[in-house]
């Protein structure tokens, strides 16, 4: 069974920095690609960034490109986001997904909150 | 990166059919046959519904199915039941391997 945990997430100034992480188990992690997908409270699902199995292809939304890095180790079975200059729009419950083998994001985590305010 | 268009609401009630529209443009929906669906209820986390424009994942019902024409993506319902009642939101990719949601759309079963 795919299990995705979150973690990392909590209460940051804006201009702060957190980093998430997201441990993957009941499957082949590194034959995967793997993203952040995010939901502000009472609002709708926005993807954040996606990489690949061998972190060859990656991608931003144009609303966290140059503040956000996703990256992965597939040793540890772990994927993660450093986020950097959070804004108070960037507050939202972050989720982690695992691409299936052809499209769609066919497992999810819980999520973890991240919430900016000063 | 504009956010997919689809409609704030629909209803419909049980045992009837209903369809959600997804509408992007050529560099998205009408550009990939990578078009996705989820259903999620309140406080929990989304479910694959549909991917790949119109397959299903297994354990999903029959009475969901996806299509495509252009750059507008339909998901529809039938038989509705009243655990359909839900938020559904599509999922485009976009090129340059980004990706693109629906701003969702709440199912009420009447």
Same mark, same amino acid.
């Given at each position: 069974?795919?299990?995705? $945990? ?5 209460? =940051?100034?804006?201009?702060?920095? *957190? ?44 609303? $966290? ?27 939202? *419950? ?19 909150? =991240?919430?900016?305010?000063? | ?11 419909? &009630?049980?045992?009837? &059919?209903?369809?959600? &529209? /997804?509408?992007?443009? &050529? ?16 406080? @929990?986390?989304? #479910? ?6 119109? @397959? ?11 299509? #495509? ?21 599509? /999922? ?13 759309? @709440?199912?009420?079963?009447?």
């Amino acid at each position: 069974e795919v299990q995705l $945990v979150e973690s990392g997430g909590g209460l =940051v100034q804006p201009g702060r920095s *957190l980093r998430l992480s997201c441990a993957a188990s009941g499957f082949t992690f590194d034959d995967y690609a793997m993203h952040w997908v995010r939901q502000a409270p009472g609002k709708g699902l926005e993807w954040v960034s996606g990489i690949s199995w061998n972190s060859g292809s990656i991608g931003y939304a144009d609303s $966290v490109k140059g503040r956000f890095t996703i990256s992965r180790d597939n040793a540890k079975n772990s994927l993660y986001l450093q986020m950097n200059s959070l804004r108070a729009e960037d507050t939202a *419950l972050y989720y982690c997904a695992k691409e299936g083998t052809d499209s769609g994001y066919e497992g999810w985590g819980q999520g973890t909150l =991240v919430t900016v305010s000063s | 990166q504009s956010a997919l268009t689809q409609p704030r609401s629909v209803s419909g &009630s049980p045992g009837q &059919s209903v369809t959600i &529209s /997804c509408t992007g443009t &050529s560099s998205d929906v009408g550009g990939y046959n990578y078009v996705s669906w989820y259903q999620q209820h309140p406080g @929990k986390a989304p #479910k694959l519904m549909i991917y790949d424009v119109s @397959k299903r994942p297994s354990g999903v019902p029959d009475r969901f199915s996806g299509s #495509k024409s252009g750059n507008t993506a339909s998901l529809t319902i039938s038989g509705l039941q009243a655990e359909d009642e839900a938020d559904y939101y599509c /999922c485009s990719y976009a090129g340059s391997y980004t990706f693109v949601f629906g701003g969702g759309t @709440k199912l009420t079963v009447l």
